[in-house]
């Protein structure tokens, strides 16, 4: 062997190597951090945007309350069918907003460490679901974002038992028991829209069984890339 030649090193199978955009190897260890960081910081990035949005609504009311009747959800009411979308971001009161607003935070931040692609798909589904139940099947006009909150929680109980994961099965089944209260959410009460949080609590479970984006196996770490094949080699 000359002293000139260095063997090229063939990644083993059994221990996957990330690499950077210039192709060094990284270490495992450094991937994972560097992975866990960016995921806290989306789950940051959507758990403020998602307390912007309600709470600029909400301070939108209190300059014009007639926004509350035009866009509250009106059930039924063909005229006002884009109610289904525009109710939950909507409170009557400071009392309201901050009840939401609380749980919302937690909700939020678990599923935002799934990833943007998560929460977003994982929202979308349960806003437009819930949106259209409530549209066809509830008694009276509602608003507020309790039904999307219920819908985020089943969304968190239930998508481990679908992705076969423990660990996101703990953390749906602890958010459960933390939250014990909100079953009352689902008992008939005088100014309470339970039936808003029922469909929203069915739009969680659909939305936990249709979206795969939150799998829970590991993917390509941002920031990396595989290096390209040897001439004649095969991936």
Known sequence: MSAGYQPV???DP?????YTAD????????????????RLKQAIVVTVAVQAVIWLVFAAELFNPSLVDR??????????????????WLHLSLTHIMGNASVAIACTMLIGLGGYRVFIESTAVIVVASGILGFV???????????????????LVVRGFYN?????IVVGVGLALTHLGLVFGFLPQPGVSWDG?????????????????????PSALPG????????????
Do not use: C
Not at 81 to 88: A, E, I, L, R
Not at 164 to 168: D, G, I, L, T, Y
């Open 164 to 168: 076969k994961s423990w660990s996101q």
């Open 9 to 11: 090193p063939f990644p």
């Open 197 to 217: 949080h029922l469909w929203g609590a069915v739009a969680g479970v659909v939305a936990a069984a249709v979206i795969r984006s939150d799998d829970p196996h």
């Open 23 to 38: 192709g060094r190897p990284i270490a495992p260890w450094a991937g994972r951090a560097n992975l866990v960081k960016t």
């Open 14 to 18: 059994s221990h996957p190597v990330e």
């Open 224 to 235: 990396t890339t595989v290096p390209p094949a040897l001439p004649g080699a095969s991936r």
């Open 137 to 155: 099947l509830l008694r009276n006009p509602a608003a507020g974002l309790s039904g999307v909150i219920y819908g985020w929680i089943f969304y």
């Open 71 to 88: 866009y509250a959800l009106h059930p039924r009411d063909l005229g006002a069918w884009y109610t289904m979308f525009t109710s939950p």
